[in-house]
Nanobody, 118 residues
């Protein structure tokens, strides 16, 4: 069983930057090999995938964040960490961001609010 803890998020002005982090820990070792990533849920909208990263570093991104968001992953420790560096933030990036582990049957983090507003 894997547990995910998210940090980061907050209020930022348009054009600003934020970094989200997510640390996975738990029993067993399978989670260390799982794809991890981020979804977001804007106000009044459905949850959408934002970025993913495999254990080997293969990345995918939502089209609207390509060139602005960068995901990274640290497999070195007993706990696996993923990060989402968000630059050039726009109002439409405002959402609750959820970290996940496991592409097929994901485990979710608690969610963190990102608000882009002047």
């Amino acid at each position: 069983q894997v547990q995910l803890v998210e940090t980061g998020g907050g209020l930022v002005q348009p054009g600003g930057s934020l970094t989200l982090s997510c640390t996975a820990s738990g029993s067993g070792t399978s989670f260390r090999f799982s794809t991890m990533g981020w979804y977001r849920q804007p106000p009044g909208k459905q949850r959408e995938p934002v970025a993913s990263i495999t254990r080997n570093g293969t990345r995918t991104y939502l089209d609207s964040v390509k060139g602005r968001f960068t995901s990274s992953r640290d497999n070195a420790d007993a706990k696996i960490s993923v990060h989402l560096q968000m630059n050039g933030l726009k109002a439409e990036d405002t959402a609750v961001y959820y970290c996940y582990s496991g592409a097929r049957t994901p485990t979710w983090g608690q969610g963190t609010q990102v608000t882009v507003s002047s």
